[in-house]
């Protein structure tokens, strides 16, 4: 009866050594797949920073043309103020050498 025990208990021991064993190695196998998705949602974060940064650098690009654009258009706008104002003073000495005339 005692050696039915102690069989009993070392079949038991057995049986949680196993336990244990199973329960490492499944727990390992999740730690590999974090660590595998880990990796993968670091690389997909860099791909994104670096889509980021690149819009980032268009939209820069854009906005320095459209500052250009906007300053040209200003410059060629006080051009043509300018070339107005002198028209304007051509016709008002026409206007008053014709009314002296």
């Given at each position: 009866a005692l050696k039915a025990a102690g069989a009993t208990?070392?079949?038991?021991?057995?049986s949680s050594d196993a336990e244990l064993?199973?329960?490492?190695a499944q727990a390992e196998m999740r730690c590999r797949l974090l660590e595998s998705d880990k990796r993968e949602?670091?690389?997909?974060?860099l791909a994104a920073e670096d889509e980021k940064d690149a819009?980032?650098?268009?939209?820069?690009?854009?906005?320095?043309?459209s500052q250009r654009d906007y300053q040209s258009t200003r410059e060629?706008?006080?051009?043509?103020?300018?070339?107005?104002r002198l028209l304007q003073e051509d016709l008002n000495d026409l206007a008053d050498a014709h009314a002296a005339a």
């Open positions: 208990r070392q079949d038991q021991a057995t064993r199973d329960a490492v949602l670091e690389e997909l974060l819009a980032v650098e268009e939209v820069e690009a854009a906005l320095k043309e060629e706008r006080d051009e043509l103020a300018s070339k107005v």
